[in-house]
């Protein structure tokens, strides 16, 4: 009996799926024709906008609508690809047009259903129709269980320039330890509206180092009054996370009072602080901290004798002496290979350039 | 089971045995087919939910300003035909930052010089630290004109040996293992990458699919149009790595208990590749191998991580059109898969390691351990006993499913999850065509397979080295 059953389901089963694929098939050939003329509707759609943008004509105008408003899905789409390849008046003009229509209705009704892939899009398509609306749909979005849909609502709200709160919630979710590279992307907006708020929560010491080092490096880029001050005030953090970050980012803002800290890290006790500070005094031309650099080379791990040979290399005609030196003093030691390497670099480098 | 035998004590004693060898053959199908319906069920839950992005530009604008930087990593052997064009089409990708890093593994044709030429080689110093062991380099290679490529010459010592030059020359937090012949599409890296961007400290290794070039229109190493291969062989392989990719790689993903990222396509985390000494020498199954150090080492330190597959990111790889180079492959792939196996079966059944001890590990255990042996086993016995009446109807059916029937749905069922989900065959003449094969495969090549894969399980116990010839006809401009 059991046996028996094993060959009826196994052809039950083989039966279904050879079913299933025909139907498949058949569906497939219809779609075919279908297809072709959904490529006719667009081609001809996308040639009014751009005529429409170039134009203003009504006559455009009245043949857009009615697309927009029969063909919906094709038409969003479209419109956000219009969207990002044109700028000024024309876009605003079409956006108009298309919230007219009802397209930026039925992005935000998309925003609150339907797969993570329709949401993340109306999330973004929705930056081009701006009203208080869309305002309040973000700010719902903000919560969707997705980080990607809530990360993207989030920057989309504060690039509209929404005072959207920079609540524990989010703040919780940003500082997750598996959460996406996006927040670095929510936090740079933060960072240009909300630089305060974004200050408090790097100063913070019970918040995640993730979100700590990424808001600073957010908070540098914007250059604030009183980023220095913030930097050096982290210096001496137990944290090698949050002494690279500083380290990093006073290599980025290239203030002078970041000197003694770099040239501190210079012997730091974690090679990545070690690093980043060498990459520093490269990238500030640090000409006093050369000698320490040289020193550097002989650092036990890789990545610091290597960061360290390209800043010498940077710090123009006295780092790449002292490199040309060392590989003449040096010879075959790994000291001596490492400076020629550097050379070799910098040389095939220059050559690219 | 009817046997009658003129000695009753000994023809019981047979019967019974034969009884108990033929329940274990029906057990182990039945296994089989169980979990290759879970991963059916598993792969398309995971497709519905994670329905890939299809536009591009899309994913440009989403990811190009957070898009780690990649080093690809193609080890190249005697590739003399196709180097030039495979790299050329890697430089153009689609992809914010990356490098390529070409790897001649002490090729015997003109690979090198290929190259060389091709691209206006000079060479070059560039500074490394050697922190996995390889052959010594022989000599690096680069042009101004071509700052993103650099090109190791080394002393032969097999793919692995090339990936780890490769490792310890490359600059970036994440490298991208290619073969040589293999062709990506030009979003691949930048949907593969995806995984590392949404949870950049868990993500160690992310794979992606491979599917058959044979019969695609191909021209400077670029994909332009998607085709069937004309030869049976190539067509039967195409349906085969649909049901690897799309259902056993998806679903052993969403478990996460993914033992194997295929060497022709994977992404890495350079540091955590590093840990575990990079690639393993003495194996030709380097690329599980890696798969499996980077699970043991992780769970031994417990630290919470992921290895995904994204089944969107393509690349295409030239299949073998004749049956004593895909025989010789796949005994191989039994061979590095058993090695992978043994190597590290202390892994298997231990709570310590998890659902990968006890999924992943279970998994190889029955479908490349035993599956292959007692299948055979099956062919040879089931047959004849029921020809010599010893065997009742019942017994043949049931057998005749499980080896037979239910691969029909498992093969038909791969490719209806492709239609639904991916729609990646364009004419509805091909889809009919890989439905045929989808149901011929199971007459005459799934038995000659397992006929190979028991070839490559003797070769493993009797200690062969080594990868044997590949010989390629190359992509043809169709």
């Known amino acids: ?67 927009l408003v029969q063909d919906q899905m094709l038409a969003t789409n479209l419109l956000i690809e219009v969207f990002e390849i044109v700028r000024g008046e024309g876009q605003q003009r079409l956006a108009a047009l298309a919230e007219a229509a009802g397209i930026g209705d039925r992005l935000r009704r998309d925003l609150a259903s339907g797969t993570v892939r329709n949401r993340l899009a109306a999330t973004e398509g929705l930056a081009w129709f701006p009203s208080a609306a869309t305002s309040e ?15 993207t609502a989030a920057t989309t709200l504060s690039a509209l320039g929404s005072d959207l709160m920079f609540d524990e919630a989010l703040i919780a979710r940003l500082a997750r330890v598996n959460s996406s590279r996006r927040i670095e992307l929510v936090l740079a907006q933060f960072a ?40 050096l005030s982290l210096q001496d953090s137990p944290c090698t996370d949050m ?34 500070a060498a990459e520093a005094v490269g990238r500030l031309a640090l000409l006093d901290l050369g000698p320490r650099l040289c020193d550097l080379l002989l650092d036990e791990n890789w990545w610091v004798r290597h960061r360290a040979g390209e800043a010498l290399a940077k710090l123009g005609e006295f780092g790449l002496s002292a490199l040309q030196e060392i590989v003449a003093l040096a010879g075959h030691t790994a000291l001596g290979h490492t400076a020629e390497h550097v050379l070799a670099e910098v040389d095939a480098v220059k050559r690219s350039a | 089971m009817d046997w009658a035998g003129s000695a ?74 196709s180097i030039v064009d495979s790299l050329r089409s890697m430089l153009a990708l689609n992809y914010p930052s990356f490098e390529v890093i070409a790897v001649n593994d002490g090729s015997k044709d003109g690979t090198l010089q290929a190259m060389i030429d091709g691209f206006g080689l000079k060479p070059i110093l560039r500074h490394y630290a050697e922190v996995v062991p390889h052959e010594p380099i022989r000599g690096l290679y680069g042009s101004p004109q071509h700052p993103r490529l650099l090109v190791v010459d080394k002393g032969n010592g097999g793919k692995s040996d090339a990936l780890n030059a490769g490792i310890n020359l490359s600059r970036f937090p994440i490298f991208c293992a290619v073969d040589a012949d293999s062709i990506l599409e030009s979003d691949a890296l930048l949907r593969a990458v995806q995984p590392f961007i949404d949870d950049p400290v868990r993500t160690v290794a992310v794979g992606g699919t491979i599917r058959i070039a044979n019969g695609c229109r191909i021209e400077r190493g670029r994909m332009l149009a998607f085709g069937l291969p004309r030869n049976l062989l190539a067509l039967f392989q195409t349906i085969e790595y649909l049901r690897a990719f799309l259902m056993a790689r998806l679903a052993w993903s969403r478990l996460r208990t993914l033992t194997i990222i295929s060497g022709a396509f994977g992404l890495f985390k350079r540091q955590t590749a590093i840990e575990v000494g990079g690639y393993s020498h003495g194996t030709v199954g380097e690329d599980m191998e890696l798969v499996v150090k980077l699970h043991r080492h992780l769970r031994d330190r417990r630290q919470d991580y992921q290895i995904v597959f994204v089944p969107e990111p393509v690349c295409w790889t030239e299949a073998p059109e004749s049956w004593r180079v895909l025989g010789r492959q796949r005994s191989r792939w039994q061979r590095g898969a058993l090695e992978t196996f043994f190597r590290h079966r ?3 059944f231990r709570p310590r390691y998890g659902r990968i001890g006890l999924l992943g590990f279970g998994h190889v255990l029955v479908v490349d351990v035993l599956g292959p042996p007692i299948e055979v086993l099956g062919y040879v016995l089931v047959p004849m006993l029921w020809m010599l009446d010893l065997l009742s109807m019942d017994y043949l059916l ?27 065959v364009p004419r509805v003449m091909d889809l009919l065509l890989l439905t045929g094969i989808a149901v011929l495969e199971n007459f005459g090549y799934r038995q000659i397979s397992n006929l190979w894969r028991l070839r490559g399980m003797w070769q493993f116990l009797r200690g062969a080295q080594g990868w044997g010839v590949m010989s390629r006809v190359g992509f043809r401009s169709t």
């Open chain 2, 8 to 81: 009753p004590d000994m023809g019981t004693i047979v019967a019974s045995t034969l009884e108990i060898v033929l329940l274990v053959v029906i057990g182990t199908g039945l296994l089989q087919n169980a979990l290759y319906v879970a991963q059916l069920a598993l792969a398309l839950q995971e497709l519905a939910t994670q329905r890939p992005e299809k536009r591009a530009s899309l994913l440009w604008r989403r990811y190009a300003d957070i898009s780690p930087p990649i080093s690809l990593l193609v080890p190249a052997f005697n590739e003399q035909l």
């Open chain 1, 1 to 67: 009996m059991f046996l028996t059953r094993i060959w009826e389901i196994s052809v039950g089963l083989a039966g279904l799926s050879i079913a299933t694929m025909t139907v498949l098939i058949i569906a497939r050939m219809r779609s075919v024709g279908r297809l072709r003329d959904e490529t006719q509707r667009r081609d001809a759609l996308l040639a009014a906008m751009l005529e429409w943008i170039e134009s203003a004509d009504p006559g455009h105008a009245q043949a857009i609508t009615r697309a």
């Open chain 1, 243 to 276: 002494r690279v970050a500083v380290a990093r980012n006073l290599g980025s803002l290239g203030h002078p009072d970041g000197h003694g800290t770099i040239a501190r890290y210079l012997s730091d006790e974690r090679w990545e602080v070690r690093c980043k």
């Open chain 2, 346 to 348: 202390d892994m298997l």
């Open chain 1, 137 to 151: 749909a973000l700010s719902r979005a903000v919560l969707d269980p997705n980080d990607d849909v809530s990360f």
């Open chain 2, 398 to 424: 049931a057998f005749l499913a499980l080896t037979f029937v239910f691969g029909i749905f498992v093969s038909v069922a791969s490719l209806i999850l492709e239609e639904i989900e991916l729609q990646r």
């Open chain 1, 192 to 231: 240009q509206t909300r630089p305060d708020a974004l200050l408090d929560l790097v100063v913070d010491p019970t918040r995640s180092l993730r979100i700590r080092t990424a808001g600073l490096d957010a908070l540098t880029q914007t250059g604030i009054e009183g980023i220095v001050e913030l930097l």
